[in-house]
């Protein structure tokens, strides 16, 4: 509030400055203008936000669930959300800010859940390589992902599951598993893959951890699984009544394609890797290089010639298309825990596990959620007040402070 009001006073005509303490009135609405250009600010190049007011949402062909997710991001962190007051416990500077949307699919929302939900897994690692598998689903299958998301993507997670629990069994042992849903490529087209991190361990018949020891450097042959996999997928599209011959015939006629990295250093490589995928968006707003009223330009790697950098250019109405493409169905639950990992296993049966293996369990510290101050760098920012559209109490607005006459 103090850095506004001297940037207010700066702009003001010298007839108006005073070197006395002064009471100085701003309407909310231009302070509300002045504290979106700040956000604006913090994205020069644009956002998604941005791209998203600048064309009509009710006049195109979005469902109701998706047009509510695309007008709570554009509405996020401005006026029409309201916002709250905050005051410094140290040095008593007072600041208005607007509240966020919290919707899973916004780029601004996210960084706080990532972090709590990483901080929750590291009580879950177990003393083992851990390796990453991405099983994609092949582009044949987009149309039913567009018309029915629900029944694709729940086919995906189990089926992958379902592979990796039967090679899980051929060795002997019960294994687990932690699936990241993504639905999106680079360029904002559909393309469905599951982020799946498995311990190389598990749990024999006995109930006695079991590493999984192999002399190459993947958890198990990547042919195979793709194979299994494969298998896997159609039996369950058939058995959910989907018996199109051609394009069963069309499935099995490809190569399905199932990506395997190098295990992990240990579990501190694990939980900083985990970070990269679990509370990721279609695109983040650093990619976005301009936004104009008609088309939005934005950076992207093309994996198809090695990861070479490029950038894109789309109408707003079409890049708004392709971002809702990535919309999950309500209440879709994007991050699954399987196996050893899941919750029933965390309920008692992890903890006695990592008890047997003699495994110190890191004490988490809660981490508090209240931001610094800006004015002094060292108080915590209390929320004193709270507000909605028509804005903060006329009190709030009246500001006292001693202005120079340099």
Same mark, same amino acid.
């Given at each position: 509030? #103090?850095?506004?009001?001297?940037r207010?006073?700066?702009?003001?005509s010298?007839?108006?400055r005073i070197s006395?303490r002064?009471?100085?009135?701003?309407?909310?609405s231009l302070y509300?203008?002045?504290?979106?250009s700040?956000?604006k600010?913090?994205?020069q190049?644009?956002?998604v936000?941005?791209?998203?007011? #600048?064309?009509?949402?009710s006049?195109r062909n979005?469902t109701?669930h998706?047009?509510?997710?695309?007008r709570?991001?554009s509405?996020?962190r401005?006026?029409?959300?309201?916002g709250?007051?905050d005051a410094?416990d140290?040095?008593g500077?007072?600041?208005?800010?607007?509240?966020s949307?919290?919707?899973?699919?916004?780029p601004?929302c996210?960084?706080?859940k990532?972090?709590?939900w990483i901080r929750?897994r590291?009580?879950d690692?177990?003393?083992c390589s851990y390796y990453?598998?991405?099983?994609?689903?092949?582009?044949?299958?987009?149309g039913l992902?567009?018309?029915?998301?629900?029944?694709?993507?729940?086919t995906l997670?189990?089926?992958?599951?379902?592979?990796?629990?039967?090679?899980?069994?051929?060795?002997?042992?019960?294994l687990?598993?932690?699936a990241?849903?993504?639905t999106w490529?680079?360029?904002l087209?559909?393309h469905?893959?599951l982020?799946?991190?498995?311990p190389?361990?598990?749990?024999?018949h006995h109930?006695?951890?079991?590493?999984?020891?192999?002399t190459?450097?993947?958890?198990?042959?990547?042919?195979?699984?793709?194979k299994?996999?494969?298998?896997?997928?159609?039996?369950?599209?058939?058995a959910c009544?989907?018996?199109?011959?051609?394009l069963?015939?069309r499935l099995f006629?490809k190569?399905?394609v199932?990506?395997a990295?190098?295990?992990?250093?240990?579990?501190?490589?694990?939980?900083?890797y985990?970070?990269?995928?679990?509370?990721?968006?279609?695109?983040?707003?650093?990619?976005?290089?301009?936004?104009t009223d008609?088309?939005v330009r934005?950076a992207?790697?093309?994996?198809r010639?090695g990861?070479?950098?490029?950038?894109?250019?789309?109408?707003n109405e079409?890049f708004?298309r392709r971002f809702?493409?990535?919309?999950?169905?309500?209440?879709?639950?994007?991050?699954?825990h399987?196996?050893?990992?899941?919750?029933?296993?965390?309920?008692?049966?992890l903890?006695?596990l990592q008890?047997?293996l003699?495994?110190?369990?890191?004490?988490?510290?809660?981490?508090?959620l209240?931001?610094?101050?800006?004015?002094? #760098?060292e108080?915590?920012?209390?929320?004193?007040?709270v507000?909605?559209?028509?804005?903060?109490?006329?009190d709030f607005l009246f500001?006292?402070?001693t202005?120079?006459? #340099?």
């Amino acid at each position: 509030m #103090k850095e506004l009001n001297r940037r207010w006073n700066t702009s003001m005509s010298a007839s108006y400055r005073i070197s006395s303490r002064t009471a100085l009135w701003i309407p909310f609405s231009l302070y509300a203008a002045k504290m979106e250009s700040r956000s604006k600010a913090k994205h020069q190049n644009g956002s998604v936000a941005d791209v998203l007011r #600048k064309i009509n949402l009710s006049a195109r062909n979005f469902t109701a669930h998706q047009e509510k997710t695309l007008r709570a991001l554009s509405y996020c962190r401005t006026s029409a959300l309201g916002g709250h007051i905050d005051a410094c416990d140290e040095c008593g500077n007072m600041s208005i800010s607007y509240n966020s949307c919290r919707n899973r699919h916004c780029p601004q929302c996210q960084g706080h859940k990532k972090e709590e939900w990483i901080r929750k897994r590291e009580a879950d690692l177990l003393p083992c390589s851990y390796y990453h598998l991405v099983f994609t689903l092949p582009e044949e299958l987009n149309g039913l992902a567009i018309a029915n998301p629900t029944l694709i993507y729940k086919t995906l997670f189990e089926a992958a599951w379902a592979t990796l629990n039967q090679f899980g069994k051929t060795e002997g042992m019960q294994l687990g598993m932690i699936a990241i849903l993504h639905t999106w490529g680079q360029n904002l087209s559909l393309h469905p893959h599951l982020h799946c991190i498995v311990p190389g361990g598990g749990i024999d018949h006995h109930g006695k951890w079991k590493n999984k020891v192999r002399t190459d450097k993947y958890l198990f042959s990547v042919k195979a699984l793709s194979k299994v996999f494969r298998a896997k997928f159609a039996a369950s599209l058939k058995a959910c009544g989907i018996k199109d011959a051609d394009l069963m015939d069309r499935l099995f006629a490809k190569n399905w394609v199932v990506y395997a990295k190098r295990p992990f250093g240990g579990p501190k490589q694990v939980i900083e890797y985990l970070g990269r995928y679990t509370h990721k968006v279609a695109i983040s707003n650093h990619r976005i290089k301009e936004v104009t009223d008609q088309q939005v330009r934005f950076a992207y790697k093309d994996y198809r010639k090695g990861g070479k950098k490029k950038e894109m250019t789309l109408s707003n109405e079409e890049f708004a298309r392709r971002f809702s493409l990535h919309i999950l169905p309500k209440r879709f639950v994007r991050i699954r825990h399987y196996g050893i990992l899941s919750s029933s296993w965390k309920r008692g049966k992890l903890q006695a596990l990592q008890s047997d293996l003699k495994i110190k369990i890191p004490e988490v510290t809660p981490k508090t959620l209240l931001n610094k101050c800006r004015c002094c #760098k060292e108080g915590n920012l209390v929320t004193i007040a709270v507000f909605g559209q028509r804005g903060p109490p006329q009190d709030f607005l009246f500001v006292t402070q001693t202005l120079s006459g #340099k």
